[in-house]
DNA sequence: GCCGTTTTCGGCCCGACTGTTTTCAGTCG
């Protein structure tokens, strides 16, 4: 059982124990042990089997002893006994805005609902609005919760939910009073998924600027609208559907209330912490003492009051940057503009919609100072995989164009397949015409684990292979990543010197944050790629360079932030091994 | 259930909003 399993169970544990009424800290604990585990960067299996558990913070001698067990035998009793006491139905009602598990066991309790049908029947006859707590308007609320939840989705891509973002954020623009305008949440972090757009402005006058944002064209319901803070539902293109919540501040309350609302929420409490230690209570509106107020002008200044170093948002998860950042250790993280070039792009020639020389112009106009191309590999038919034949005419083609470019150079890839059994889609004659070499998998994702892993690693320790494509060939909130041990592949990517790719179209991000971290603590390199298949998709580089950020990497740790002159001769230098 | 040079017991982040309430519980982030 895998990491994510097992936080999975945990956090589900914690809820269970809430519908049961258990003690909220109780049951906390079980959330927060949950996010421990999710935020692992080791392999937890490693971990397990050295006993290093309690090392983990937040695990303490019962979650160590439940996890090993988990771990181990791939089964707890005490979660299997709570699940059978709770019908499952009760998860599906905690979706909805404004139920919480007191109210779901009260409505459970009293009147048998586990279902959202049932929960809808009760609320037509009239059953919910008797119940003590609840009201005609709570009954009404929760009517129109179902409603939505039946059309939308729980979280979005980063990319939709930017999107969306963006329109909320122009059409406030003009509203009068606005001082100034942030988002927020885990846009602001860029986390690779979304559940709710945050926005925050600072305002001597928010009632306009409330009433504008309630009725910004898009937006379908208003949950909440109070004087400084109102939530509604936002609808996208397609059936594209988001919470958007606005919170509005006075101008010196700015800096505290963006990086409240940036969070994360383990972040905050850790800060909070601090703040206590210096005998001072931290919320969104200051930072304060007894006698004493903090003036913070912009959000660094708050990070300066507490002896901490500016923690660029991306790295607010609570996975050591505040520590980090009172050692003046904190990485420098790399940035859009350090990508001289990216190795991952498709053509007519497989499955892309633009040509060679079309590829080239739009990277240039980006300001890259080279451009790998790599279709696919013949195996591949469906996306057009090129033989041998095509390659040589593809590559021919390549040095016409790059006779006529000036300032970008294209450099001859493929993104090879990686064959069931490990071996590559091309014999090595083929392979050593390329200038480097992308392997990925792209078929028999139904292999065990083992054989996943020693495919990839065969895959890896081939010399004529440059980096490894897309790692786990995930698709956010589509697709589960194939089972793979990527501990084991991030070590003989060391061991090897196979640089591994940070797939940054943003329906991958693949490998993700955490695992850069790994990634980078073992030695590995690292390298962005679009994996774009139109012009328009080369700047998809930027969500790589996100992901990169959120797994604290510098300028240095990615390969393709050197310059054309370096990336040549490092690739000529490993062809010749 | 976790955590700890103030503590091994008694804390655990904290404020806005809503709806049902005569002062607050539940939810949310």
Redesign the pocket.
Known sequence: MDKHQVAAILDEIGTLL?LQGE?A??C???H??AR?IEQLEEDLATVVREDRL?E?????????EKITTLVTTGHLP?YEELRKKTPPGLFDL?????????????LYDRLGIDTLDKLAQACESGQV?KL??????????ILEGIQSLRQMGSRVRLDQALALASRLIDGLRTAPGIIRMELC?SLRRRRETI??I?ILISSDTPGPIMERFVGLPGVTQ??????????VVVQGDGRLSM?A?L?IVRDEQFPFALHY?T?S?GH??AM??RA??YGL?????ELAGPDRRIRCRHEADLFRALDLAYIPPELRENTGEIDAAAKGTLPKLIEADDLKGVFHCHTTYSDGHNSVEEMARAAQALGLKYLGLADHSQSLTIANGLTPDRIRQQQMEIEQVNKRLKGLKILKGTECDILADGRLDYSDDVLATFDYVVASVHSHFKQSREEMTARIIKAIRNPYVTMLGHATGRLLLKREGYPVDLEAVLQAAAECGTMIEINANPQRLDLDWIHCKRAKALGVKLVINPDAHSSSEIALYHYGVDVARRGWLEKSDVFNTQSLADVTKALAARKSK
Do not use: C, W
Request: no cysteine; hydrophobic share 30%; charged share 30%.
């Open positions: 809430e003690d800290f109780r906390n604990a079980y927060n042990g421990a309690g983990v913070p937040h695990i303490g001698a019962t979650l160590r005490f905690l979706r909805i805005p404004g139920l919480g598990p007191k109210r779901v066991k009260l609005a003590k707590g609840m009201g005609e308007k709570m009954q009404q609320k949440g559940k709710d945050d208003v949950i909440a609208h109070g004087a400084t803070k109102s939530s919470n919540d919170r609302f969070g929420k905050n409490i909070r912490q206590q230690q209570k931290l919320n969104e509106y």
